[in-house]
Each structure stands twice: as C-alpha cells, then as structure tokens.
C-alpha cells in the first residue's frame, strides 16, 4: 500500500473516531428540569465542551425606566433569583461537580457572566479544579445604556476558559482562530453586537428571552475549542443559541431548560438552522495539528526526487538529497551529511534548525522552501 494511501485511512479512521459519541447520549434533546438534576443523567466524561450561561444574580430592586417612563425590558425572571449569596454560591458549586463529572479529561469548560456573578463563579470553578485558560471580555458594540446616570455604562461581559486542571490536555484551534482575525493573533477582547435584529426572538414584540447571546460569540467559542462531531452540553440552553450554532458547524449538542416556553422555541429555531456543508467546515490546521510529513516521503513520491540540489535562502551551502531522504553537503564528499534539520544546525553551528523553511529547491524557475513541497505532499494526499 502506498504512503498516500496509508494517509487517506489513517484520516479516515481519525475521523471515524472524532464523530463517534456514546450511543446513550441524548444527542440533539433538551434536557426537562433542573439543570443539576438532567447533568446526572448523563455519563461520566462523555461531553466535549461545557457552555455554561447560569443565571446572573443581577440582584435587581425595582422596575428599570428610560428618561422617557417607558420600562425596560430587563431581567425580572424567577430563575434568575436566589435568596442570598450563599444560596447562589451552593448552587454553582453544585452545577459545577456536575459538569465536571460529565468532561471529558481534555474537556473544555466556558462560563459567561456580568460582574454580578462572574467572580463568584470563577473562585468555585476554581476551587473544584478546573484550570483557568483565559479570561474573555465580550465588548459590545451596542450596548445597552445606563440610563439613572448613575454608573459607567456596562459595556461588556466576561467569558471564563477552563480546562480539567493545570496539566490537562486541552483543544484549542490557534489557526483557525487567526485565519478568522484576518491572520493574526485572536486576542481575550473580542468586540461583537449584543443579539438583536432579526436573530432576537420575540414573542408579542417583546425579547423572549432577555438574556439572549448572540450566535457571532458561540460560533467563535466553539470554532475554537472543538472540533467537528464532538458533543457540546448547554445546561442553561435558554431559547437555544448554543444548538443552534453547534448544528451550523457540525457539532453536538445537548441542552438543560427547565422552562417550557424556552425549551419549545429553541426546538424551532434549531430545526430551522442549516447545517454547514462539508468543504465550508474545513479550517486552516496548525502545523502540529496537520498530519505529520517525513521529508523521506517527499522522496518516496519524486516530489523531491534523490539528486536534488537544494540550498540556504543565501545560498551559503548546497547539499544534495540522497535516496534514503538525508542530504549530503556538496563537495564535502560524503564528510558532511544528515537530515534536513541536523545538517542545517550543523552547518549554522546553531543549537537547531528547521530544515524545513531552511533548505530550498528550484522548480519551474522558482526557488521554494522545501515546506513547500510538503504542503503539496499533504494535498495529494487529500484527493
């Protein structure tokens, strides 16, 4: 069997692996009830990534008025009240052992909040053993104005990226994240609108959920934490933005809502989503996540046949590559030779080189870096 089609079914087999989810799941459910109460239903360390959007403790007194006397549509609800501190705080400890049980050991754990709530939930978060990745500030574009006049304007929220603990595996999709921040590197501020227009539901002209997350922040959180086919659980699904976005990008998912009105509009709203075709899933690899390429299966294919001469940007050296894929450096008859990355640190007297952007080789009139020929290697073997 060739090396090209060793490649396909090891991909193959990769992917098999990737989408495949405990058939006891209940893939593609909202969960009825008390969050804590539907997490113990599911397996230990069956779940991919947690988003988890708990309640905000917003502590509010009082109805909230514009200058004009119309009423605020704020949050008001049931759910988001708890008798004291302490009482919320027993609750996210008691969310949170959940969610732990049901991660996988490379897991990924996001929890979004205000500053009434988020650094309450971090401390617990902390304390049961996750391992804080990153914080996130969500600057809206448009946020909602403080209208007493008595405070800053609140402007943004914060994200929590935890992983199972400090020396835990984790994913994280660097290269997608910066294709999608036009190359370069995502920062912890991303700047997205609040949810509204078209893609806030309404029910009577009023927000049906009033906390509603936009699917730009979900389609970036699990862009860049997961992976095509793995299982994303919500355990606080709401009107379902979680879902929905999962189902666009191929993935998973699984949902808590205790409320039958929310539970019923998420199902609509995710049966009316399209899921991605296949080609648009495809994102831009890191190189420690592409398949690995040994430079002797560049030779094997004639990519890089034996005799090639290939040569330092400044063309200082020359070396010719030999059949077993070593280079032997021209003129040294046969005293100087190695591997691509070996030779290249011996003749730079440097503690390494990377023979892959070091070495070049002509070709049509052109000079490329021998990676080159690699990511070549790597197309063919796609077709």
Known sequence: ??????????????????????????????????????????????????????????????????????????????????????????????WLMEARRVLKPDGALWVIGSYHNIYRVGAALQDAGFWILNDIVWRKTNPMPNFKGTRFTNAHETLIWASMGEKARYHFNYRAMKTLNDELQMRSDWVLPICSGGERLKEDGRKAHPTQKPESLLYRVLLATTEKGDVVLDPFFGTGTTGAVAKRLGRQWIGCEREAGYRALAYKRIADQLPLDESALTTMQSKKSAPRVAFGALVETGLIAPGTKVFDKKRRWSAIVRADGSLELEGSGGKQAGSIHGLGKDLQDAPSCNGWTFWHYEAGGEIHPIDAARELYRLASED
Do not use: H
């Open 1 to 94: 069997m060739g090396v090209m089609e060793t490649a396909k079914l090891r991909r193959a087999a990769a992917g098999k692996a990737a989408t495949a989810a405990p058939a006891s799941l209940p893939l593609g459910q909202i969960l009825e009830g008390d969050c804590i109460a539907a997490m113990r239903s599911l397996p230990p360390a069956s779940i991919d990534c947690i988003f988890a959007d708990p309640p905000y403790n917003l502590q509010l007194g009082g109805d909230l008025n514009r200058p004009d006397g119309s009423e605020v549509d704020a949050v008001t609800d049931e759910w988001d009240r708890f008798d004291s501190f302490a009482a919320y705080d027993a609750f996210t400890k008691a």
